[in-house]
Each structure stands twice: as C-alpha cells, then as structure tokens.
C-alpha cells in the first residue's frame, strides 16, 4: 500500500489538526461561534497530541476501532462546523442589507471574520476526515 500524506500519525495531520486549531481559536476570539468551535478546538487538539506523538515515535496509528471513531468524530465536526459558518454569513449578509443600521461599530466585519475563520475550520477538518476515511478500508 502506498503512503500518502493526510491520514492519523502523519506529520501533514498534524499540520491539518494544528490549522484547524488556530481557524477555530481565531473564529471563537470573534465571540459568535462559541458552541461548535468549544467542540472543535478541544478534538482538534487531542488529535494533534495523538499525531505528535506518533510521528515522533515514527508509529502511525492504525488501528480499525480508533480509526472508525476518528472518522465519525471528524465528520460530524466539520459538518457542525460548516453549518456554523453558512448560519454566521447568512446573519451577517442580513444585517448588511437591512442598511446598516443593525450592525453598530464593527459588528458585521466580526460576523464575517468569525465566519470565515470556521470554513477554513472546516476545509482543514473535512480534509482530513476523507485522508482517514481513504485509509479505513485498508486497516
């Protein structure tokens, strides 16, 4: 089987887990997404740990049962995480087109910071879902 970069125990994945991370702390400083990134960051932040220690003791994990539950875990994640986005920018593009007068200061810009940084959550999220889900049915 050939390796490829992406799945559970590799250093991209802990690039992915790392960047979703940051997305999700970045998306949670701007005060909107509090429930699912409150998810996220915590997950995201295991399985980087789960994945340093693995590429520093260069042993991958790979074992079915925890796979399957990665796998699981991340889809359900990046499917709240997305949901979360799509909402935050529907409520943002509202408030912009009632004429501004809802979004006092900088209200708005924080709903579209804080939305773009949970897609990018999720890009990174979903990536490595289907990396690890490509790699289940090998195990």
């Known amino acids: 089987m050939d390796v490829f ?9 802990l690039a992915l887990r790392l960047g979703q991370a940051i997305f999700s702390a970045a998306s949670l400083v701007f005060i909107f997404l509090v429930t ?10 295991t399985l980087a740990m ?5 590429v520093f003791v260069k042993r991958p994990t790979r074992q079915a049962g925890i796979m399957s539950i990665i796998v699981i875990g991340d889809w359900v ?27 006092t200061g900088k ?8 939305a773009a940084m949970a897609f990018l959550s999720w890009c990174l999220s979903i990536a490595s879902s289907l990396f690890n889900f490509w790699l289940l049915p090998s195990i």
């Open 36 to 45: 699912v990134m409150g998810l996220v960051i915590p997950w995201s932040l």
């Open 5 to 13: 970069p992406g799945p559970l125990g590799m250093s991209a994945s």
């Open 50 to 54: 789960v994945d340093g220690f693995s």
């Open 107 to 114: 209200l708005c810009s924080r709903y579209q910071l804080s």
């Open 77 to 103: 994640l990046s499917f709240l995480s997305l949901a979360a986005a799509c909402s935050t920018a529907s409520v943002a593009d509202i408030l912009i087109s009632f004429g501004g007068s809802f979004c």
